[in-house]
């Protein structure tokens, strides 16, 4: 049996002896099936194809892990280093042994979270590839995993994954949409990574927030207010998006309250 690989989302399935008839993430009216329809794909594929991971050292203690060529919406997950145990920030969905070997000289994996379930990729993959490293999945985003796993540990509110890294959930894109606060990212300034929860845009200097950003259906006033609310009490300057290019140097708190009061005021809410 494989582990099939939706084309669109790169989220990976459940082992079946042919590849499903639908992909349930991509069918969801946040995601969307690609013109042609669905199509699947497998790591083993992929390889032969000649992806490969690429990691790039961002800054110290982080590392960026992407997909060459762009697998899926071309997102690339990061790996947060610390004297407790790295954590893998979202996911990709494709590994390989150079990888793998690379991740191992950096301290390896001990968790693996997530912003939300377009980026949940061949997270059974990775955490098999190190050791069964626990997979962190909000309670309330629990029903979107594709490939289940004793690994998959649910949490809800707030969760410690090392000292100073801390998940927050924070909703709004999905119920159990998360940031990752790393305390002693930016020179010690704080970093915030935030996968599509909050996104920076691509102007970098202001973020948003959508309930779908391809459909482009937007998110009620409360659930602004309330991510904004849930990521209030922690202190950081740089904002880490889903992909290369997206990302906030500085200024991370105030370009929050900012977005967010220029995203009330264009839906006609008080900010």
Known sequence: M???ICVTCAVQQAAGEAPPKHCPICED???YVRQGGQSWTTIEELRLMDHRIELRELEPGLVGVGVTPSLGIGQRALLVRTANGNVLWDCVGYIDDDAIAAIRARGGISAIAFS????YGAMVEWSHAFGGAPIYIPAADREWVQRDDPAIVTWRGTRELAQGVTLVQCGGHFDGSAVLHWADGASGRGALLVGDTITVVPDVRFVSFMRSYPNLIPLPADEIRRIVDRVRPYRFDRIYGGWWDRVMASGGIP????SAERYLR???ARP
Do not use: D, L, M
């Open 29 to 31: 009216e946040r995601q």
């Open 255 to 258: 370009a929050v309250k900012a």
């Open 266 to 268: 264009w839906i006609g």
């Open 116 to 119: 939300h379930p377009h980026f």
């Open 2 to 4: 494989r582990s099939y």
